[in-house]
């Protein structure tokens, strides 16, 4: 498996919109790194480590 995938598979993968991922990138919540001019890709674990289970009662 690649390790790099592109924002709209990362945001398929978190199921919310390709801006939200773009915001997270902005904000620095999730590193990215950019190929060329126009394409962007995050890593597949820096997308996991964002779903942060929630405690239960």
């Known amino acids: ?17 390709t801006r939200t991922i773009r915001r997270y990138v902005s904000a620095g919540d999730l590193p ?10 995050v890593k597949h674990d820096d997308v996991l480590a964002l779903l942060v289970p929630v405690p239960t009662a």
């Open 1 to 17: 498996m690649n390790p790099l995938i592109t924002l709209d598979d990362a945001a398929e993968m978190l199921a919310v919109n």
């Open 32 to 41: 990215a790194f950019r190929l060329g001019p126009r394409h962007i890709r």
